[in-house]
């Protein structure tokens, strides 16, 4: 049979039935993979470590690290506070005179302990975001992420500054502790004498401001000190930690360590 395309003859030469199904089903897959394409790759590129997922790069005293620190028990990771190295009048101050930091911010927080005779867990006190007070020599001084931190166990901990504010009226103290102003020391006798600045000592009682909630047993429960806010008390010459909020200083003592009570 002969044919006109286009203005030229051609010849179509029958063919079966069979093999005009398959032409039709070769035809009709080639359609098909054209508009699917090949298989994705969008979900293998998702699959990298934590640090790449998110753009940053996590380091442990310079050591590449797949992914953010995971800190274990009551332990916390403290972002140390930087002291000013100058004075109010623009003068640099030598780097023995500043005072080291006693305040931080909590990075990331273990959640907690476990008593090892009743397995009750001990939540941890302290949480990301907390601005809390340290003693000046604990912790475990590292860099991370190009930063200087410290890891510290909640049970060193000082107290927090409830709202983020370092003041003495947003201060909390953890466990047993108790905030103390300090009743200033006697500067003569008591016939009148006056005493020379080298012979006074710290004093070791004043007014208590703020008291933590109290001890923790091994059953979870807590034990509330038996001091109030307002109560003055009397505590040992060598316990305790001073600490300075505000330019003032005050002493931070374990309930336990004082002495009496009026």
Request: hydrophobic share 35%.
């Given at each position: 049979e002969?044919?006109?395309?286009?203005?030229?003859?051609?010849?179509?030469?029958p063919?079966?039935?069979?093999r005009?199904?398959?032409?039709?089903?070769?035809l009709?897959?080639a359609?098909?993979?054209?508009?699917?394409?090949?298989?994705?790759?969008?979900g293998?590129?998702?699959r990298a470590?934590p640090?790449?997922?998110e753009?940053?790069e996590?380091?442990?005293n310079?050591?590449?690290?797949p992914?953010?620190?995971?800190?274990l028990?009551d332990?916390?990771?403290v972002?140390?506070?930087?002291?000013a190295?100058?004075?109010?009048g623009?003068?640099?101050?030598?780097?023995?005179?500043?005072e080291?930091?006693?305040?931080?911010?909590?990075?990331l927080?273990?959640?907690?302990?476990?008593?090892?005779?009743?397995?009750?867990m001990?939540?941890n006190?302290?949480k990301e975001?907390?601005?809390?007070l340290?003693s000046?020599?604990?912790?475990e001084?590292?860099?991370?992420?190009?930063?200087k931190?410290s890891f510290?166990?909640?049970s060193?901990?000082?107290?927090?500054f409830?709202?983020?504010?370092?003041?003495?009226?947003?201060f909390k103290?953890?466990q047993d502790?108790?905030l103390?102003?300090?009743?200033e020391?006697a500067?003569?006798?008591?016939?009148?004498?006056?005493?020379a600045?080298?012979?006074?000592?710290?004093?070791?009682?004043g007014?208590?401001?703020?008291v933590?909630?109290g001890?923790?047993?091994?059953?979870?429960?807590?034990?509330p000190?038996g001091?109030?806010?307002?109560?003055s008390?009397?505590?040992?010459k060598?316990?305790g930690?001073m600490?300075?909020?505000?330019?003032?200083?005050?002493?931070?003592?374990?309930?336990?360590?004082?002495?009496?009570?009026?």
């Amino acid at each position: 049979e002969m044919t006109s395309v286009t203005g030229v003859q051609t010849c179509a030469l029958p063919i079966s039935e069979s093999r005009a199904q398959e032409m039709a089903a070769t035809l009709a897959y080639a359609a098909l993979s054209f508009q699917v394409g090949a298989p994705s790759t969008r979900g293998t590129a998702s699959r990298a470590t934590p640090a790449v997922m998110e753009g940053k790069e996590y380091k442990l005293n310079n050591y590449m690290l797949p992914g953010p620190l995971t800190p274990l028990a009551d332990q916390i990771l403290v972002k140390q506070s930087k002291t000013a190295d100058v004075t109010t009048g623009g003068l640099f101050m030598p780097a023995d005179s500043t005072e080291k930091p006693s305040e931080g911010t909590v990075v990331l927080a273990g959640p907690g302990t476990t008593h090892p005779e009743t397995g009750k867990m001990i939540p941890n006190p302290c949480k990301e975001g907390d601005l809390i007070l340290l003693s000046e020599y604990v912790g475990e001084k590292v860099d991370y992420c190009g930063d200087k931190h410290s890891f510290v166990s909640a049970s060193e901990v000082l107290g927090i500054f409830e709202g983020g504010t370092p003041v003495v009226g947003n201060f909390k103290p953890l466990q047993d502790r108790v905030l103390v102003k300090l009743t200033e020391s006697a500067t003569e006798t008591a016939s009148g004498i006056a005493l020379a600045s080298e012979t006074t000592e710290e004093p070791t009682q004043g007014e208590v401001l703020a008291v933590g909630e109290g001890l923790v047993t091994s059953q979870g429960d807590v034990v509330p000190p038996g001091i109030k806010p307002g109560d003055s008390v009397i505590y040992g010459k060598y316990t305790g930690t001073m600490v300075s909020i505000g330019g003032v200083e005050y002493k931070v003592v374990p309930a336990s360590d004082c002495l009496a009570k009026w």
